[in-house]
């Protein structure tokens, strides 16, 4: 049996390694790197433009992703969201940054809203808000119910093993997003 993706509703290219859940919730441009995860029930919305996801990431069940105007914007200029490499997306994120550089975790039901471009290596802790327009310089954690700030010595570590751990396991119960073949309208999907 083979499901595919509306192309109507979204054009995901995902790149060979990677694993994506089709009972994640997709529209628009997406393009997703190789050894990335993304769970099911992650939603990634590219209404104001493409995102492009780099390699290694892992989006975690109801993360959210979304490119979008803001509210009343009449705007109708592209922006790309481009995603680094080697980032988690925790649980119930909600991640509308205008960048996101590599090696980030956005912790569980944190919130970074549109305006904010996030450095290398930050944290954003659980529960914990980044709305106001701002750059988030390399190596940031913010955290606490006071959202503090301070600057860590070293980058987070990577997920390579849970990466590779989720890679094995997950097309054992899901159906998994194929890479497009040349020429083919849609992704399809892997039944197993």
Do not use: W
């Not at 694993?19 to 209404?47: Q, S």
């Not at 680094?84 to 940054?97: I, K, P, R, T, Y």
């Amino acid at each position: 049996m083979t499901k595919q993706l509306d192309p109507s509703v979204c054009n995901v290219n995902v790149a060979p390694g990677a694993t994506v859940c089709l009972e994640g919730d997709f529209v628009g441009e997406i393009t997703i790197g190789a050894r990335t995860v993304v769970h099911p029930k992650a939603r990634i919305i590219a209404e104001a433009g493409p995102i492009i996801i780099g390699d290694g990431n892992l989006i975690e069940e109801q993360a959210q992703i979304i490119n979008r105007r803001p509210a009343g914007s009449e705007d109708s200029r592209q922006h790309t969201l481009i995603i680094g490499h080697s980032n988690v997306f925790e649980v119930d994120c909600l991640v509308e940054a205008d960048s996101v550089g590599d090696n980030n975790v956005f912790e569980a039901k944190c919130r970074v809203g549109r305006g904010v471009a996030v450095g290398r290596g930050c944290v954003v802790g659980s529960l914990c808000s980044v709305t106001c327009p701002q750059e988030l310089a390399d190596n940031s954690v913010v955290y606490g119910s006071d959202h503090l700030r301070r600057q860590q010595q070293e980058r987070p570590p990577a997920q390579a093993l849970q990466l590779e751990f989720l890679n094995k396991v997950l097309p054992n119960y899901h159906y998994i997003v194929k890479p497009k073949k040349k020429g083919s309208p849609a992704a399809e999907i892997i039944t197993s």
